[in-house]
Structure formats: structure tokens, C-alpha cells
């Protein structure tokens, strides 16, 4: 399970160490609201909650730093992915099977927060999922910015198969 997450993680720090900070920090309205840089930081603001929550008890998806210097540099976002990455080749079984509690916002009308229990390995899960929903959204705004983006980039690895299986499947009805 570990070795999906760290993929996760290598898929955003390859696609950060090919764009321009002027790309990073660009909000394409009006098709966009948000930068590159302001998901990558929201990415990496899921991964610090379970980091932070492993501390005290409590993993907080609505604690964010939005506005932060991530926001500005792919380098200091590289960095932090490279933070996370050391820290979760430091865990162990013990600590993936770990229970802990979840508190998150559960509605738009007015602030009503659920505590839920999981474990540590399933939120991983969730924010690596959460990480490749957020690359796919990275794609589409290097995608109006311009027409060389990687077509790989944030796609999920069911879709992945999917998309292996549909080929090989091409494949063979024309051999």
C-alpha cells in the first residue's frame, strides 16, 4: 500500500519539476478559480493533517494554510512531497493499523463537523486518491496553459487499467 502512495507522490514531484513558478502561481479565469500551486498545497495540507493527527489523535482536513509560500514554488513543494515521503517510509504496520479519529465538515448551510473513527492506512488511501483527483484538475489548467502537458498526469489507476485493458483489447481485435 505504501509503494502506490510514494507513486503518488513521485507523479507530483516529477509534474512540479517541470513547471515554470509564472505556470505555478497562474489563475485562469474564467475557467478557474484556483492555481496550480493552491492544489498542490491542498494536497500536501491532507497529507500534514494525518502527520499532525498521528500527534494528536485527531486528523483535521479543514485545518488548511491556504495562502502559504507552497502556493508560490513548485521547489518548496517539491520539498514538502519529499518531507512526506521520508515520513511514510518511516511507519509501520503497527502505526498503519492504528485507529484514529476523523473530524471533518459535513455541510455547506451552516458549520456542522462529524467526528468519525478510521485508521491511519485508510486516510492514506483517501489522500492519495484525493491527491490524484486534484492532479487531474492540475492537468486541465496546464492544459489551457499549454498544449504539451504530460495526458498521464492525474489520471487514477483504475483508469489507468481501464485504459490498458480498452488498448490491449484494440489491440487484438485488429491482430
Known sequence: MLTSQLEV??????YL????????????????????GSHIRHIIDHYQSI???????????????????????PQLA????????TWMKSLSTDTL??????STEVSTRNKEVQIVETSVARELVFVGSHAVHHYAMI??????QTTTANTS???????ATF?????NSQKAELG
Open 9 to 14: 507522490l513521485e507523479q507530483g514531484r516529477l
Open 51 to 73: 502527520i499532525s493527527g498521528l500527534n494528536s489523535g485527531l486528523i483535521d482536513y479543514d485545518l488548511r494554510l491556504r495562502g502559504s509560500k507552497v502556493e508560490e514554488s
Open 139 to 144: 492537468a486541465q489548467i496546464t492544459f489551457a
Open 17 to 36: 519539476k517541470g513547471i515554470t513558478e509564472e505556470d505555478y502561481i497562474e489563475i485562469i479565469t474564467p475557467n478557474f478559480i484556483s492555481s496550480v
Open 153 to 159: 498526469f492525474g489520471v487514477a489507476p483504475a483508469t
Open 78 to 85: 517539491i520539498e514538502k512531497f519529499d518531507e512526506i515521503e
Open 97 to 102: 493499523t492504528q485507529n484514529i479519529s476523523l
Open 163 to 167: 485504459l490498458r485493458e480498452k488498448n
